[in-house]
């Protein structure tokens, strides 16, 4: 399995905070992924990316930011958290966007209160 | 964008029990993968199957991509096989990233 640390696991945090969640990886994979899973939605991509500062807007982005400054690191950041963003994250990575087989992290665990 | 439907949605079995979950998709994929969320959350890779049968174990799959569906076989069921699997797929025209499906919840009653 590919090593994939989402950091943290589990928050609690009040609305209109600020809040970033890691995403490391260890396999040199070239595309990361953010993901919400919501009962009813299934999972579904807020934003991707395809390199070292290249990220780009998945299905559901609004309120939400990316970085990567390095290969191994992606960084999801809720500028000013709601309640509706109370979810569970995943990140994935894959080595391309092609015919590749995509690898998911633990998950984080956030509530908005 | 592809659409990727799941069916059945619930699945209630007895430990021993085999099944069959069937996953559709409305558009020619280059990814197909299964996995399995555990009762934790966590999703576990199954199989990467844009084609063609694969077996590890008591699961099985089979993608056929001219008929635009997968199926996963669960052979002599056990308790510890219970949560949610999902299909997800994805496209030429996407960025690599998954559809989702719904999900079939299955549960194993000993």
């Keep these: ?113 | 964008g592809i659409q990727v439907e799941q069916s059945p949605p619930d699945l209630i079995l007895q430990e021993g029990a085999n099944s069959t979950l069937r996953c559709n998709f409305s558009d020619s994929v280059n990814n197909l993968q299964w996995f399995h969320q555990n009762p934790w959350g966590q999703l576990i890779n199954l199989f990467y199957i844009p084609s063609g049968t694969k077996q590890n174990g008591r699961l099985s799959a089979t993608t056929v991509a001219t008929e635009r569906y997968s199926l996963l076989y669960i052979s002599s069921s056990q308790t510890t096989d219970s949560g949610v699997y999902f299909c997800a797929a994805n496209y030429g025209g996407s960025q690599g990233n998954l559809i989702f499906g719904k999900g079939t919840k299955l549960s194993v009653k000993p």
């Design chain 1, 1 to 113: 399995d590919a090593g994939i640390t989402q950091s943290p696991r589990h928050k609690v945090t009040e609305t209109g905070t600020p809040v970033t969640l890691r995403c490391h990886q260890t396999e040199n994979h070239r595309y990361m992924y953010w993901y919400r899973q919501d009962p009813g939605h299934g999972l579904r991509l807020i934003h991707y990316s395809y390199g070292v500062k290249d990220t780009d807007k998945g299905e559901v982005s609004d309120g939400y930011s990316v970085s990567r400054s390095k290969t191994e690191d992606f960084l999801l950041t809720l500028e000013s958290a709601t309640s509706s963003q109370t979810s569970v994250y995943f990140c994935a990575t894959a080595r391309d966007r092609g015919n590749t087989e995509a690898f998911f992290g633990q998950g984080t665990r956030l509530t908005v209160v």
